[in-house]
């Protein structure tokens, strides 16, 4: 240990960072800024010495005529300029992953922001930086300014994970947050955020639930020492989400929250990625607008909430930065909490087996008999109703619907298996009491 | 640092615990029961190999039977079969110091959970830690289950806290909560945590706010860096928190929360624990019961709340072993955040200049005049009321007030300086038209 000290002492930790965008370029900033502080906080300096980014002509607000350019971000990561590699450029393959691998190849550590980039290959570049014995760091790739990953990886001692939860996505937590608050529509809420620049020009993957996924897998592999497994997750949007399913749950006691959830069941992991109703005196409903917020279950721990920024230049910088020190520092953890060789394949459980309480709202057609087959469908599959809930005031108009006439129907369940209601639902549907398609939020009793 | 896993990797840390209460029990099983995964997580073993408690025949539900057996801690932190000491014994001064002294003199690294031990002594054998390069953990000193030290430690980069605070007590905040929900008095409050555990038989130093003093003084240190310094703290219990208080509160929107609160201000580091008013809609609101919770604001995170189990035996021995941990993996980093000397001495920033809207309540007598001389002492000290309520259901009743014709008035001032507010009450009190003691509870707009 005093030897490691000594050392760093004597030199100073020389950083490239590929990619000037938003967090590249305050991070560079802060680097400048702060040396100093730094320097007298790990008795070592640290230096930006090069960087890499498309356009040098850009005004960034930073100073980079001191700086090392590079137009390649392999041959910065490989550049003898520089002690560790910051990735900021994004992606999950392409440049992005070339140059982290080269550097980690070379014993370089690497610090990176990309959660795509982890989601897909973090086992993989877990192998190459265990290999050549270095280190790679990526506090910022979940929930940016919250120190979800240290927590996971450093704070739990052996504590087992019974289950994981969050707000990973803050446009969707803008919108739905919106929704609640001003009772407008997805569509309106979506096309403010994107106004505002809390949604992307093109708000798929986030919308889609697919970003909450990527983030949802990395904190899986730490919390259950699994295998990072992206594309093994139940995911589904916030698209279908309606103000009448906004102001039941709100009657009703519930917020509806873009929920990435992961929990040990009887045979496997459950991940899944889908609008929860929460009850609003759960400190998870709580977290508004784009804030982020990670909840952990472990058997010593009922529950730790961290919650924060989920994103924006200054808070993902500064946790960029603080695996920079922990790296400075000669902190040596497995960048997944174990080995990557004592990480277990993940074994996906199904999502027909989960339990727990469902909402379902129909459209049903205004003709004698409808409830009755409703009611007998539901009972035929084993599912009982906790209420039933029919007011005018609910009527949902969808494009589909348009000339039929119906009344909207919402149904709570008691805890069943989704399998019961997936078959109650075809059935209902089959029956053609019902029009346009059959909206199901899950419903969990944090 | 290869050097440091593989020498590693060969022995097993040998851990000697002193104080085998519920904390320390806890954690000799969880290092007995999951030494397989933790020697799986660290490449490490880790082994309890001698412990010290006072009676040797009570039956703590784990097996010491392997175990060297001390009746001296100073002697076990001291032992040569042991590499890394951890004091749960609790209390500021005696064997707690005297032992934890000793294995850090030795160049043992040290875990405490002991907050006492740490705001009083802290400084002193951080500097003894740094001299013989050795670590000292104290992750469970503060809100035992919550990673904060950690997180203020490790995970701040080269942030500055511009405010820090907390709920840290968990039977204030048990009492607080019950009284807001059941409507029932301090008193009846106190008596039952007592029963349930959750209070001391003398419950002053938790009640009058010393407990949750010495946190702040532990987390002012680690935000600031500045020395801990825990008796320049402005300290208010809450033994005076009404009925009427917690009433009127929720009316106005607010609860009423036993915070621990630092501050940069102008003139230095405000330091104050006091019954606060926050809105209800606050994030720290919302944490009741036996919850603890810190909130952070830097200059790159607007708010970061970290919230869990303050206390408990796994929550607890659970961050010790995290610090074990730490300490088996070769993590070095100052106790402090920043190495001792370049700690600053505490500047206490009076309270009498601290800024903020108050709430007051007074018991005026029923006499023609008394309204308008309250009034007029609130405008003469400069203060601007946001708002005045008096109604028949808040009569306060006090031992001091009977056979007194009062009314209770509760005022509402906008932002002012402290100062203003005691001089105000001081000409009230003075002027004869009310009864009893004014009570005065500041407001946090959070």
Same mark, same amino acid.
């Given at each position: ?10 030199? !100073? ?53 001191? *700086?090392?350019?590079?137009?390649? !971000?392999?041959?910065?990561? @490989? ?70 990953? @240290?927590? *996971? ?22 919108? *739905? ?24 020009? /093109? ?11 990527? @983030? ?33 749950? /709100? ?5 509806? @929250? ?40 472990? /058997? ?6 961290? $919650? ?19 790296? $400075? ?13 004592? *990480? ?48 005018? /005031? ?53």
């Amino acid at each position: 240990m005093q030897e490691q000290a000594d050392s760093g002492a004597e030199t !100073p930790l020389r950083i490239g960072v590929a990619g000037l965008g938003n967090v590249g370029a305050t991070l560079v900033q802060i680097i400048q800024r702060d040396g100093e502080e730094l320097t007298r906080k790990l008795g070592r300096q640290i230096v930006v010495t090069a960087v890499c980014a498309r356009s040098r002509s850009r005004d960034r607000g930073i100073d980079t005529s001191e *700086l090392a350019w590079f137009d390649d !971000p392999v041959a910065l990561a @490989k550049s003898d300029k520089i002690d560790l590699f910051v990735e900021l450029i994004g992606g999950e393959d392409g440049p992005a992953l070339a140059a982290v691998s080269a550097a980690l190849e070379l014993g370089r550590p690497v610090v990176t922001a990309n959660k795509a980039l982890l989601a897909r290959h973090g086992v993989a570049l877990t192998r190459i930086a265990e290999n050549a014995d270095t280190q790679l760091g990526f506090e910022a790739a979940v929930a940016g300014g919250i120190p979800v990953i @240290k927590t *996971l990886r450093e704070g739990l001692g052996s504590a087992r994970v019974a289950r994981v939860y969050g707000i990973m996505n803050g446009t969707c937590n803008y919108i *739905l947050s919106r929704m609640g608050t001003e009772g407008i529509s997805f569509a309106d809420c979506l096309a403010d955020a994107q106004k505002l620049g809390y949604a992307e020009a /093109d708000p798929t993957f986030d919308v889609q639930g697919f970003d909450t996924a990527h @983030k949802l897998a990395i904190l899986s592999s730490l919390c259950f020492g699994c295998e990072i497994a992206p594309d093994e997750i139940f995911v589904e949007g916030i698209t279908t989400i309606s103000q009448a399913d906004i102001k039941v749950a /709100d009657d009703l006691g519930y917020k509806i @929250k873009l929920l990435g959830i992961a929990q040990r069941n009887a045979d496997g992991i459950e991940q899944r990625v889908h609008p929860t109703m929460v009850p609003k005196a759960s400190s998870i409903a709580g977290v508004d607008g784009v804030m982020n917020a990670v909840a952990l279950e472990t /058997d010593h721990v009922a529950q730790l909430l961290l $919650a924060g920024p989920g994103a924006g230049g200054p808070p993902t910088a500064s946790s960029v930065l603080s695996d920079i020190l922990d790296i $400075a520092r000669g902190t040596h953890v497995p960048p997944l909490g174990v080995p990557s060789e004592e *990480l277990t394949p993940y074994r996906q459980a199904s999502m027909r087996a989960h339990e727990g309480g469902y909402y379902i709202r129909l459209n049903v057609r205004d003709v004698p008999g409808a409830f009755a087959s409703i009611a007998s469908c539901m009972g035929a599959a084993g599912i009982s109703l906790e209420s039933v809930i029919q007011r005018p /005031d609910l009527r949902v108009t969808e494009p589909g619907l348009a000339g039929t006439d119906t009344r909207t129907v919402v149904l709570l369940t008691h805890s069943t298996l989704e399998q019961q209601v997936r078959d109650a639902l075809a059935q209902i549907e089959g029956d053609g009491f019902t029009a346009g398609t059959p909206q199901m939020i899950r419903i969990e009793q944090f």
